[in-house]
Structure formats: structure tokens, C-alpha cells
């Protein structure tokens, strides 16, 4: 996926999918509900989104992969899922046989490997975080992640960890901020949290 080309990019970010009052999880039915809003406001209204709305899934949660997965393929909609190596294959996340089926599909990106903020590691630690995840991701999926996802938000505009990210040829960094990127600074991306519609409302959040 291509972001520079794009414009004014709204990214989404999500977590997991199913039934739960929990902040991070969006029910199917919204998602779906999502992605039909995404679909028409694209083709029905270019101005309005702006055609330029992507989807972030962070963790690499089960129900990426069993709820969403499925959506995003039939909807042909753009998504990055974005993966913390050591989690993948553990209770509750995708294994590397699922992220290597979402692959062919869709954008895996690093979310480090720990799964541990950044902000608060030394050079060598974050370099390790990120190195091992690039690799990891690479052997098993034939392709380096080209983006990065911070771990719990930390470290948004971190001359460290942006350097480091260059260095091992990541071309983004995603945050935590919330807004959209206009100017676009793809080492700063700013994104729209979506979890249940107690605490996120996609309509509002994309089109003011
Ligand atoms: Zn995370």
C-alpha cells in the first residue's frame, strides 16, 4: 500500500471484533456497518472522505482474523493488520499460519515485538524491538513490514525510534494521536481510535 500518493488519509484504528462492552473491541455488525459507510461514502461522495480512509487492525488479535479478516476481503477494502511477533501463535492470537493467509491479502505492518512501549527503552532495546519484528515478519510472511505501529501509543514523534525505524527501512510510523494527516508526516500518523459505539462513532470521527 502506497500511503504517500495519498492525501488527507483518515486511518482507522482497531483492535479486536466480537460481543464486549470492552473500549477496543467493535461488534461485527458495526464493523460491517463500518465498512458499508466507508463503501458508499467513497463511491457516493468522494469529497467527503476524501476516498482516502484506511483501516489499522493492532495486535494481531484471534478476532482479526475470524471476524474481520472475512469482512475486509469480501468489502475488497484496504487494511494493514499490525502484528507484535512474540504474541503471534500465543492463547487469544492469530497464529503464523493465519498472519501468512492475511498477508496475501492485505498489508502486515510491525507493532513491535514485545508488544512493550517504546518511549522508555534505550537505543539498543528499541533497535532490538524493531529488528527482530522486521525479520521475523519476513521470514515468515516473504516480505519486510514496511510500517510501523507503536505499542501502546509510546513514543509518537521520538527522534530515536524514528531514526532507527529509517534505518531498518520502515517508511511510517503509525501513532496514537488522534486526528487526520493533513500535512501528511509519515513518520507521525495520526489515527482514529474505533471501539465499540459507546465510545466511537465512525461517521463523526471521519468526515469533520
Ligand atoms: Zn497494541
Not at 496475501?104 to 510491525?110: C, G, N, R, T, V
Request: with cysteine; proline share 4%; hydrophobic share 35%.
Amino acid at each position: 500500500m502506497e500511503l504517500e500518493t495519498k492525501k488527507d488519509i483518515v486511518i482507522l484504528n482497531y483492535h479486536r471484533f466480537g460481543d464486549s462492552d470492552d473500549k477496543y473491541t467493535r461488534e461485527k455488525k458495526d464493523f460491517k456497518g463500518d465498512l458499508d459507510i466507508l463503501e458508499n461514502s467513497i463511491i457516493g461522495d468522494p469529497e467527503r472522505m476524501n476516498g482516502n480512509v484506511i483501516i489499522t487492525i493492532d495486535d494481531g488479535d484471534t478476532s482479526a482474523f475470524e471476524i474481520a479478516y472475512p469482512l475486509l476481503k469480501q468489502y475488497n477494502y484496504p487494511a494493514i493488520f499490525c502484528i507484535s511477533t512474540a504474541l503471534i501463535g500465543k492463547k487469544g492470537y492469530m497464529d503464523w499460519e493465519q498472519v501468512k493467509q492475511v498477508s496475501e491479502d492485505f498489508d502486515i505492518a510491525s507493532h513491535g515485538h514485545n508488544h512493550i512501549p517504546l518511549r522508555p527503552l534505550d537505543e539498543t532495546q528499541i533497535m532490538t524491538e524493531l529488528l527482530l519484528s522486521r525479520n521475523i515478519i519476513k521470514k515468515n510472511i516473504g516480505r519486510k513490514p514496511k510500517l510501523l505501529s507503536l505499542p501502546g501509543g509510546s513514543g509518537s514523534g521520538d527522534e530515536r525510534i524514528i531514526n532507527i525505524a529509517k534505518k531498518l527501512g520502515y517508511t511510517g510510523i503509525f501513532t496514537s494521536i488522534s486526528g487526520r494527516n493533513n500535512p501528511l508526516d509519515m513518520f507521525k500518523l495520526q489515527r482514529v481510535p474505533i471501539g465499540n459505539k459507546k465510545y466511537a462513532n465512525i461517521t463523526n470521527n471521519t468526515t469533520k
